[in-house]
């Protein structure tokens, strides 16, 4: 493909997204897994317009989203495989956020982020992501969805990746600040008999990971406390994680937690970090991309190690070593300085 060729496919990759978008939100892959059928039958049973959803079918079978068969008839594809509700690491929900409004109009605001540093998402709608998350509960449910698809794959990939490293050998206790919904936690209690654990977040947060705690039979080994990490974490664990949080916060507000983590951390305990790390010359663009995303989105950044080096000396701490996992992110691990 010459230059120009792919540079317009570039160009052009808003249209993929809707695509993949409209496929997903109606159902389509899912209405595909018991076999071929034509764009005609799933246009009545999903009640959009038969000839524009062929249209869109044919498109994503250009793409080999979907295998366009000889008598007009669709069938899946290892991609469109992955965008059925029920499939192993399924991108469906992903795939529906991208295609949102809201999202979507934030991201035609780019310009916004680039000339002035800030959220393009707030410009655009004048509220900071997770303020007009609060406010839009459909909002809410299409983002948490699609979280928990990545949150499925990340924890497989960090929970491997902490026993090979064996990183939690001989831990008794586990802080998990800005925890979320327990996610990480719960495999990690699930995985090591020996650890109690902190679950540390806001409020609400906390309420909801309590239950999802209960529910696992894990709530006897694990206390959900609510406060603010840039004010102070739990003191008394011997492990540290942030999962996920830095790459929210510019340097400052992420300096202040690093130092919030330090003051309650004592001199033989350890921080984990996980994050995107962005790699040095043409490697690694799903970081870049994504930090792209937290530009858009909320105003953060993903960052290099030496970067994170940098947040962790101003903290008072020191990045011993880093390790990919087979997911996004990589782990980084930190122990105070002397």
Known sequence: MDAASTLRRMIYGFRTTQLLAVLAQLGVPDRLRDGARSAASLAADAGVE???????????????????????????????????????????????????????????????????????????????????????????????????????????????????????????????????????????????????????????????????????????RCACVAGDFLRAVPQGGELYILKSVLHNWRDEAATTLLRNCRRAMGAAARLLIAERVVEAGARGDEAKRFDINMMVTVGGLERTAAEYAALLQAAGLRLRQVWPTASALSVLEAVPLP
């Open 50 to 220: 038969p000839q524009a959803l062929h249209r869109v079918m044919r498109a994503l079978a250009a793409e080999g989203v979907l295998a366009e068969q000889p008598d007009g008839r669709y069938a899946l594809t290892p991609l469109s495989e992955l965008l059925c509700s029920e499939a192993d690491g399924s991108l469906r929900d992903v795939a529906c956020l991208y295609g949102e409004p809201w999202l979507w109009q934030a991201y035609g605001a780019l310009q916004h982020s680039v000339r002035t540093g800030a959220s393009a998402f707030e410009h655009v709608h004048g509220a900071p992501f997770y303020d007009h998350l609060a406010q839009h509960a459909d909002a809410a449910d299409a983002f948490q969805r699609a979280m928990n698809g990545f949150t499925a794959r990340e924890v497989n990939a960090i929970v491997s990746a902490c026993q090979q490293a064996g990183v939690l050998r001989g831990v008794g206790t586990l802080v998990d600040v800005g925890g979320g919904r327990g996610a990480l936690l719960a495999a990690l209690l699930q995985r090591h008999a020996q650890l109690r654990a902190v679950l540390f977040d806001t409020a609400d947060t906390v309420a909801a990971a309590a239950q999802a705690l209960r529910d696992a039979g894990l709530s006897a």
